[in-house]
């Protein structure tokens, strides 16, 4: 059996997180821009961060599994 849930919070999250696409931290013209579809070194690093912990929080300290197969 194969552990599917860090495949699918990592691509949620990946999707929910993407700097510019919905929310940009810090952003170009304010500290949060909204859907501006840019992204600076800065965003860059702050969503990396937020995702690691939010990922390593929902994989690890839940202690989630989705099993699929036999």
Do not use: C, Q
Not at 27 to 41: Q, Y
């Amino acid at each position: 059996m194969l552990d599917w849930a860090p495949v699918m919070v990592g691509v949620v999250l990946f999707v929910l997180l993407s700097p510019g696409l919905l929310i940009e931290l810090p952003g170009t013209h304010r500290w949060v821009d909204f859907g501006s579809l840019r992204v600076t070194g800065k965003a860059v690093a702050v969503h990396t961060l937020v995702f690691f912990t939010l990922f390593t929080v929902v994989v690890l300290a839940f202690n989630l599994h989705i099993y699929t197969g036999a």
